[in-house]
């Protein structure tokens, strides 16, 4: 199977592409990567960054692979630097994506209801029209509240579900109860272990984990709970190791949950 991951190489604090090859490889995907942006660190809690959006290279990437007839099983979408970007990237899923292939769009937007550095309502706006062509969305709960506007969970699923067959989002609270919630077939909730703390990449090693479990065939519930169960072992030997929460997920000595389950896939 082959999976085309779209996201920024940020060179440190483990998030988007550093983090989809690894997972997805070990879902057992062949994984080509379209990257978005170069960054020295990502955007969330490191100040004086570097970024070169690579809006250009982007272009003459994919009309270079067009020569090779190139078309993939599922199209992984996550952070995007501009409205350009979305743009661009619905232009890709058109090109690219097999007629039963799969979109999932991870819409990054923000956390703890702030927009992460250099977006706003309007790139919201343009991230929901990415979300409408996408067969699963994983906004967090804040992304869920930008897209839809709604703070309360059941309403944003309700809204979100109008834009995309399956939206799930991946993080909620409410009374002291975390779960996930998703659309199949009316809203399910999954009961999730809260650590207190803010894990920063979580939604990343989500967003690939899970894409690697749909492009194996998996139904949704099994998907999310695998999904799930990887990022809680995960949070939990960061908390255990790690002092400095932005330099993302130690995850890696949990890939064996996911390269066990798919080893004769
Ligand atoms: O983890 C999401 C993410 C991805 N890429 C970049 C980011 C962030 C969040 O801060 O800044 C560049």
Redesign the pocket.
């Known amino acids: 199977m082959r999976i085309l991951a779209i996201n ?1 190489i ?1 060179c440190v604090g483990k ?2 592409l550093t983090v989809a090859l690894p997972i997805l490889s070990a879902c057992g995907a062949t994984v080509d990567i379209l990257p978005t ?1 170069l ?1 020295s660190t ?3 809690g490191f100040t004086g960054y570097t970024f070169l959006p690579l809006d250009g290279e982007m272009k003459k990437i994919c009309d270079h692979w067009e020569t090779l007839g190139l078309k993939y099983d599922l199209i992984v979408s ?2 995007l630097g501009s409205r350009a970007q979305i743009e661009f990237v619905k232009d890709v899923r058109r090109r690219f994506l097999k007629e039963d292939g799969v979109f999932v769009v991870d819409p ?1 937007l923000g956390e703890n209801f702030k927009f ?1 550095s250099g977006f706003d309502e309007g790139f919201a706006a343009d991230m929901g029209t990415l979300c409408a062509l996408a067969d699963y969305i994983l906004p967090n709960e804040t992304e869920a509240f930008f897209l839809t506007g709604e703070h309360d969970a059941s309403a944003a699923l309700g809204k979100l579900k109008g834009l995309c067959p399956h939206p799930v989002i991946t993080s909620v609270e409410q009374g002291g109860d975390y779960f996930l919630c998703y659309e199949d077939g009316g809203e399910r909730r999954l009961p999730l272990r809260h650590l207190e703390g803010n894990f ?2 979580a ?2 090693v989500f967003a690939s984990a899970f894409a690697g479990c749909i492009a194996n065939g998996m139904p949704l519930e099994r998907a999310l709970s695998l999904t799930a169960e990887l990022c809680h072992r995960a949070i939990e030997r960061t908390a255990r190791e790690v002092q400095d929460r932005k330099y993302g997920l130690n995850y890696e000595r949990e890939l064996y949950l996911l390269t066990d389950t798919f080893k004769n896939a």
């Open positions: 920024d940020s998030c988007s942006a960054l990502h955007t969330g996550g952070y990054v992460y920063h990449g939604g990343d």
